[in-house]
């Protein structure tokens, strides 16, 4: 799938996750949940510093590429995952559940121009994605 329908999937999904930006490789914009590239090209702008000093520092410790970052404040988090090349990065609420947040975006990644089948749940159910998230919001709403 194209990454546009793979952000609209996440974005229907993870309740969790507010601004979302996917960039190929050369840093092209793929598609961004904000209303205007001027708004897209903004939140990247803001969160190209923070991942530069994380390669910056895993390089400076011999270690690889950023492959996934958290980083969380009082007001919310911000999340990024780089797979096959592409890089997707994510804000969210506060006190986010980290694993689902991370799970999501690389799904969302796996998923555009089928660069990975649909992953299984992570308890190993097997049951599409989906249909688990719609019931976990069913089962803690009071």
Request: charged letters at 30%; one cysteine or more; proline letters at 5%.
């Amino acid at each position: 799938m194209d990454a546009a329908q793979a952000l609209a999937d996440l974005t229907e999904i993870s309740s969790q996750v507010h601004q979302v930006a996917i960039l190929d490789q050369d840093g092209t914009l793929l598609a961004a949940t904000a209303r205007d590239t001027a708004r897209a090209e903004r939140f990247i702008a803001t969160v190209t510093p923070l991942l530069e000093e994380a390669d910056r520092l895993a390089r400076s410790r011999g270690l690889a590429e950023l492959a996934q970052l958290e980083v969380s404040t009082l007001d919310g988090s911000v999340f990024a995952v780089r797979r096959d090349g592409r890089l997707i990065v994510a804000t969210t609420r506060p006190d986010p559940t980290v694993g689902l947040i991370f799970y999501d975006l690389k799904h969302c990644l796996g998923s555009i121009d089928g660069a990975a089948e649909p992953h299984p749940e992570p308890d190993g159910s097997g049951e599409p994605r989906k249909a688990t998230r719609r019931r976990r919001k069913a089962d803690t709403s009071a």
